[in-house]
């Protein structure tokens, strides 16, 4: 019942919630990546940072608590205003999300937990057109994407068959 505090709720606490949490175990567990191991942590780091990159921020992660938060000051130049302010929104919402992997091709937002595909974003990053950055449809963005249909991110479904418009749940 403590898995989102290691199993610990002395010592792992977050009394406000305003987290994106990555648990303890994701970090280690090793993950299959275009034919090649790759652990959690690597993943993680990719995340961080697409996020840094398109919002600007400066993100850490806390190797104990598995928190990603913003530290230190933002860039001022060649950022997303939109990206910045959304991770913002992420980063500091009253709920925590978790965020773990999968080798396989789904990724999916529900609830408090995002998981991401792997090959799917592999897919997508491969497929990118030269003319764009490859983070535009790698990990950052997978998840600021899934985070919109968890509950703190709005719980949005997708509707139609290209899934391009949304409702609230």
């Known amino acids: ?24 175990t994701t970090l280690t567990t090793i ?8 652990t959690g942590l690597e993943l ?12 600007g ?36 919402k009253s709920k925590s999300v978790e965020v773990g992997f999968t080798s396989g091709e789904g990724s999916e937002g529900e609830g408090n937990k995002i998981t991401l595909g792997i090959a799917g974003i592999e897919t997508l990053i491969n497929g990118t057109p030269g003319s764009l ?16 249909h968890t509950d703190p991110g709005g719980g949005f479904m997708h509707s139609g068959s290209l899934g391009t418009s949304y409702k609230n749940r």
Request: charged residues 20%; proline residues 3%; hydrophobic residues 35%.
């Open 133 to 148: 950055e490859k983070s535009t449809m790698g990990y950052g963005m997978t998840a600021l994407h899934e985070w919109f």
């Open 57 to 92: 921020l400066n993100l850490s992660l806390d190797m104990e608590t598995g928190i990603i938060s913003e530290t230190g000051a933002a860039s001022s130049k060649g950022y997303s205003k939109t990206a910045r302010s959304q991770l913002r929104k992420m980063l500091g």
């Open 44 to 55: 993680v780091t990719q995340m961080m940072n697409d996020w840094a990159s398109f919002s």
């Open 31 to 38: 993950y299959q990546r275009n034919g090649s191991n790759v």
């Open 1 to 24: 019942p403590y898995a989102s505090m290691q199993g610990n709720p002395i010592r792992y606490t977050d009394p406000l919630g305003d987290t994106i949490r990555i648990s303890l």
